[in-house]
């Protein structure tokens, strides 16, 4: 018999008071990040909290997202191809709402956690049947929900899922995480740079060396808001230019996050001249330091090799700062292999309300989920 029962949460404010001692290991679901959701999530995008209880004893956490991706004007606007548009079409006709346990706008288990002497497999089942409540509230609400998933799960954490309780389910692989891991030793950029070989320490001089007349700036809560439409355009023109998107950020979540992570959310800008032609952000959580979201002016990129001189910035900060990994996550999985990221496999599950179109996800999914065909590099040897 299953000793777990759940409750819905719509807002931070009706949380536990404990609610972060199950949290203390994944900042991406304590209060503070559920906030920054409640107040600057995506305009297409609704998040609930879960609890989970053992009598009035609180045993594990998680969050949904919902989304509805019939609110976007795109997916992505990069690939224009006949394969491209009948994927649009599948999305918009049959998945355009979806209900994610997990965090869609981030890669890697943020899905839930659970506390040490929590049954993982029974807390799982319960929070299957938190998702079938939520399927009820957004019925209510006129928003019948085509997709249930839960996502991202490395080959580790998928063996925590009772397979027989999500048999119902398509179980599938995304595009990976891609993790560097921060050798013990490194203690200097210089000690990163003096481990490549030859051709991609040549890779990283001629980088640096395009990135010439570039002038890096780490921006605090004010300079973010005075550059707020600057910062939204650029971010946009990457986001848009994704193979494919179900999201985009609201113009203020940058100023929220720093607002309320202060010193645990890093921002740097980019600027020639005193024109913001790109920044980075990313966010410390615990050993690891997660990047996050990106912009950058399209010709300054070509010509500045920007994107490459920020994952170079980045891996100098986790170095200096002594974090054990940092999350690169996925999208642009060669150019960050080559710096020295690897692909960690990711998994989830997912179940569509219509049961013929559900026996047929193996064959769907390709359309939902765009091909990625790249090669690994190898910096180190």
């Known amino acids: 018999m299953n000793p777990y029962t759940f409750q819905l949460y719509n807002s931070v404010a009706q949380l536990p008071d404990d609610w972060d001692r199950l949290a203390v290991d994944n900042i991406f679901l304590s209060k503070a990040y559920l906030e920054v959701l409640e107040k600057s999530a995506p305009l297409n995008m609704t998040c609930h909290f879960i609890?989970?209880?053992?009598?009035?004893?609180?045993?594990?956490?998680?969050?949904?997202?919902?989304l509805d991706v019939n609110q976007l004007e795109s997916f992505g606007e990069r690939d224009q191809c006949i394969k491209t548009s009948l994927r649009?079409?599948?999305?918009?006709?049959?998945?355009?709402?979806?209900?994610?346990?997990?965090?869609?706008?981030?890669?890697?288990?943020?899905?839930?956690?659970?506390s040490k002497n929590c049954n993982a497999?029974?807390?799982?089942?319960?929070l299957k049947a938190a998702a079938e409540a939520l399927k009820v509230v957004f019925k209510s609400k006129g928003k019948k929900i085509h997709i249930l998933t839960f996502k991202d799960f490395d080959a580790d954490e998928m063996t925590l899922f009772d397979r027989q309780d999500f048999k119902t389910f398509y179980e599938f692989s995304t595009q990976p995480n891609m993790v560097f891991d921060v050798m013990p030793h490194w203690k200097t950029e210089q000690d990163y740079i003096d481990a490549l070989t030859k051709k991609y320490r040549d890779q990283y001089k001629r980088a640096r060396k395009k990135a010439d007349g570039i002038e890096k700036r780490k921006m605090h809560l004010e300079d973010i808001i005075e550059h707020e439409a600057v910062i939204y355009d650029l971010y946009s023109h990457v986001a848009k230019n994704a193979p494919f998107n179900t999201f985009f950020l609201a113009k203020?979540?940058?100023?929220?996050?720093?607002?309320?992570?202060?010193?645990?959310?890093?921002?740097?800008?980019y600027f020639i001249d005193q024109k913001m032609i790109g920044f980075n952000t990313m966010i410390k959580n615990g050993k690891s330091l997660d990047t996050y979201f990106l912009g950058y002016d399209e010709s300054m990129q070509r010509e500045k090799m920007l994107y490459l001189n920020m994952l170079y910035d980045m891996i100098a900060y986790g170095i200096k700062k002594e974090?054990?990994?940092?999350?690169?996550?996925?999208?642009?999985?060669?150019?960050?292999?080559?710096?020295?990221?690897?692909?960690?496999?990711t998994f989830g599950f997912m179940k569509h309300e219509n049961a013929i179109l559900n026996r047929y996800l193996s064959k769907i999914f390709p359309y939902l989920e765009p091909e990625m065909v790249w090669q690994q590099r190898n910096p180190f040897q």
């Open 323 to 345: 974090f054990e990994k940092i999350i690169f996550s996925r999208t642009a999985l060669e150019i960050k292999s080559s710096v020295g990221a690897k692909p960690i496999k």
């Open 252 to 269: 203020h979540h940058f100023s929220t996050f720093k607002r309320i992570f202060e010193d645990k959310f890093l921002f740097y800008g």
């Open 51 to 66: 609890g989970l209880f053992e009598k009035d004893h609180l045993v594990g956490l998680a969050l949904s997202q919902f």
């Open 88 to 114: 649009n079409f599948v999305f918009r006709k049959f998945g355009s709402h979806v209900l994610l346990i997990g965090n869609n706008m981030l890669t890697g288990q943020n899905a839930f956690s659970f």
């Open 121 to 126: 497999s029974l807390a799982l089942n319960t």
